[in-house]
């Protein structure tokens, strides 16, 4: 489970700089894409978050 949590905080801090640059580079598919960067943003906060909660549980 330790590992899980460390996979799913790894995951989130890629996704995060990942959706900036891909909202920079016109990645997205659209010509004003907030909105695809913004869903990216919090999927990569929330993977990031659970993954430190199931990683402190794991160490309990």
Do not use: C, H
Not at 6 to 13: D, E, K, S, Y
Not at 32 to 52: E, P, Q, T, W
């Amino acid at each position: 489970m330790k590992a899980f949590g460390r996979l799913l905080q790894l995951g989130g801090l890629v996704l995060l700089p990942l959706s900036m640059f891909m909202e920079v580079t016109g990645g997205l598919g659209r010509a004003f894409g907030i909105s695809d960067m913004v869903f990216m943003l919090v999927f990569g906060f929330s993977a990031f978050y659970v993954g430190r909660i199931v990683e402190g549980y794991a160490t309990n």
